[in-house]
């Protein structure tokens, strides 16, 4: 269900599971988390995420029935799969064909890079599902800000791709026969800059909201000499 390898300093992450639109299950959550934490041991400074199909995934699978699993452990694999994305130690890309649904516009957002063709479609559309996103809400107004994020999460409605760019849901969107090349060109190219230095970026990214005591500024000078005299690990 997740196609899995590291080659040279670029790790990939595959969901291949198209004849059910890439929709998680509760194995293949627990599968896409076991990717990420290889990747993120892999060394590999650049991550990119994409899917086979004419779908990115349709989210998460919303009619399967688990007998020994509560249904917050279940959900509980959402926060960890987020998580997980979020702390890769580099710099990670998403590539989005087709829809990108639920849980799916959710890993665009995480991504560090998200990419989309000009066919993509994002939206949190767990309300047409009878449910409440409410971890979606934690985090979708840092990147749209509070009124568009309630009015995506009230309608649950579709989000085309240049409306998708438009909102900071996507970086960029490419026609979708050039989806995979322009994941391959920005792979080719962050792959040539200086991994420590791409690792320092993310770093000093995930640590400047816990910053609030000095000059984030200042800090970030400290971090950035302390690493050049330690020879740019």
Do not use: C
């Not at 989005?96 to 639920?102: C, F, L, S, Y």
């Not at 309300?127 to 800000?145: E, F």
């Amino acid at each position: 269900m997740i196609r899995y390898e590291t080659t040279s300093s670029v790790a990939r992450i595959t969901l291949d599971t198209p004849e059910t639109g890439n929709r998680f299950t509760y194995q293949l959550m627990l599968d896409f988390i076991a990717a990420l934490t290889s990747a993120a041991n892999s060394g590999a400074a650049v991550l990119l995420l994409d899917a086979t199909g004419s779908d990115f995934t349709l989210g998460r699978d919303q009619s399967e029935k688990l007998e020994n699993v509560s249904r917050k452990d279940s959900l509980k694999l959402i926060l960890q799969a987020n998580s997980r994305l979020k702390a890769f130690p580099g710099v990670s890309v998403a590539l989005i064909q087709g829809r990108a649904m639920g849980f799916g516009s959710g890993l665009a957002l995480h991504a560090d890079i998200s990419v989309g063709s000009y066919d993509a479609v994002l939206g949190f559309n767990e309300i047409k599902h009878g449910l409440a996103p409410l971890v979606v809400l934690t985090y979708l107004s840092d990147y749209v800000g509070p009124k568009v994020a309630k009015e995506l999460i009230y309608t649950g409605r579709d989000v085309p791709a240049d409306e998708a760019v438009r909102l900071g849901l996507l970086n960029t969107a490419v026609p979708a026969g050039e989806l995979k090349a322009e994941g391959e060109r920005l792979v080719g190219e962050l792959g040539q800059f200086h991994a420590g230095a791409i690792r320092l970026i993310h770093e000093f990214t995930e640590d400047l909201p816990n910053i609030t005591t000095e000059d984030p500024a200042v800090v970030g000078i400290d971090r950035l000499v302390a690493w050049i005299e330690a020879g740019k690990p």
